[in-house]
DNA sequence: CTTGACATTGACGCAACGTCAACCTGTAAC
DNA sequence: GTTACAGGTTGACGTTGCGTCAATGTCAAG
């Protein structure tokens, strides 16, 4: 009566292959019922009926050390898959804001408006701005912003744009990912945005330099040229509002 | 002007890592441009701008190799990213039938009619059928089943039995995945479905192996005890179209 | 006795680094 | 001069769940 299988005779009848079931023999997931004297590894009716119990979990995405602690450590199969269920919850919506993320990103390529390929060394579009920045700042803060970009060494330039890339880049994730202006994720990121802006000269800077980071921030929203760095007005309000909350707590 | 960055200098100003750095070397990604005599790797405006692309590029999720082709083989980011997007939508897809069927299993497992506890030495819930068989079939046509479900060794009746249960895995996954009933993936499950009643003595199965199948489909359908087998009433009517289809062709 | 099917135990591979470990270097401080 | 200390280097393991060789022993059949 009491029966004894192979390891392929096991492995054909549930469905699965001989490498699975000598992994959760060596995870310890699985042990056989007992050795041959040849060494071969010998299932039971019990091993069987184990076995499927833990086929049925892994069919629904249950991780093997999950698996083990239901089946052996009482661990309710209910709570497992509860919390299973949330983490794919979430990544869902990772997935779906990556994927949004990326067809931004194929439309600006479209249109030619290419991050990839503009911008790496023309500071800020510097001197493309020069006649609105006269108009609306006067002659003399363009001429003091040019002498002041155009005595930075390239080695200069290039980590002033670098920062500028990377913190693009950071504020885009954290606006997809949907966090909180006010946690603290965002308000790093703010931080490193003044820091950022504190390398302009003196000169540019006003004294009420808190009330100089609002108004920034106020043209990342209404300029789309800027609001397309933050994934579009959306995404420059975020940024908006997290410095605002930042100068307000900091400066 | 030809200005070089240390390994940290060029990590801080892109916001990653000196180990990521020496991983996109090891990997040829982004070798340094030039090594110190002490060996420290060095890095140029050139590849920083390498750098700052690689890094956008892996921001929407673009394996580090597909960055290699579309930085030098001259893929096209757009082509890249409009694959990368289909593999997401698919795996979005893939995770809300997970989701699905995870709750599917959690509402049985609230109801108590666990697929994890019952069932498993029943054969066929075998006795427990008796009256609805003999008033459906006659008194004689149960015990033919009972004798023969009775003559089988426990290890036969197990393997049928497992068999069985990896056939109801496998239909449930085929189901949750939306593949075509005349498929190839399908009507391989009709043919093992099919094989598996084989098993059954002669003297159970009528001259007409072919309508019997079709009629064990409609009770699939029909049974709502059956029916669960294969994920309710939507599952069971998969798996009696694909039985169908494989009878007209293959009997 | 040979052949073939099936068993065994390693060990690599996959994605993209994080995280030690063990050991030099460069620079500032005592 | 030496002591720290920050920062550089090259390995190598760990992560998830097996697929896939590789090298070798065992068993039933011809």
């Given at each position: 009566m009491k029966q004894l299988w192979t390891i392929q005779e096991v492995a054909k009848a549930a469905g699965t292959t001989s490498r699975t079931l000598r992994h959760y023999d060596a995870i310890g997931l699985l042990p056989p019922a007992s050795l041959g004297e040849n060494g071969y590894?010998?299932?039971d009716a019990a091993a069987l009926i184990r076995l499927q119990r833990i086929l049925a979990l892994r069919n629904l995405g249950l991780g093997l050390p999950d698996i083990a602690r239901v089946l052996d450590d009482g661990l309710s199969a209910e709570d497992a898959?509860?919390?299973?269920?949330?983490?794919?919850?979430?990544?869902?919506?990772?997935?779906?804001?990556?994927i949004a993320s990326i067809r931004r990103?194929?439309?600006?390529?479209?249109?030619?408006?290419?991050?990839?390929?503009?911008?790496?060394?023309?500071?800020?579009q510097h001197e493309q701005y020069k006649e609105e920045v006269e108009e609306r700042w006067g002659a003399?803060?363009?001429?003091?912003?040019?002498?002041?970009?155009?005595?930075?060494?390239?080695?200069?330039?290039?980590?002033?744009q670098q920062k500028l890339s990377a913190l693009n880049n950071d504020w885009q994730?954290?606006?997809?990912?949907?966090?909180?202006?006010?946690?603290?994720?965002?308000?790093?990121?703010?931080?490193?945005?003044?820091?950022?802006?504190?390398?302009?000269?003196?000169a540019m800077v006003p004294d009420d330099f808190g009330g100089y980071i609002l108004g920034l921030g106020e043209m990342y929203v209404n300029d789309p040229r800027f609001a397309t760095n933050y994934s579009g007005e959306v995404g420059a309000t975020f940024v908006r509002d997290a410095l605002k909350v930042y100068v307000e707590t900091n400066l």
């Open positions: 590894r010998l299932y898959l509860a919390a299973l269920e949330q983490q794919l919850l979430l990544e869902t919506t990772r997935l779906e804001r990556q990103t194929r439309i600006a390529l479209q249109k030619g408006r290419s991050p990839m390929t503009e911008n790496m060394f023309d500071g800020f003399d803060a363009y001429a003091r912003s040019d002498a002041w970009w155009k005595s930075k060494s390239d080695a200069e330039k290039l980590a002033w994730d954290a606006v997809a990912r949907g966090v909180d202006v006010t946690g603290e994720e965002a308000q790093a990121l703010a931080a490193r945005h003044v820091d950022w802006l504190r390398d302009l000269p003196q």
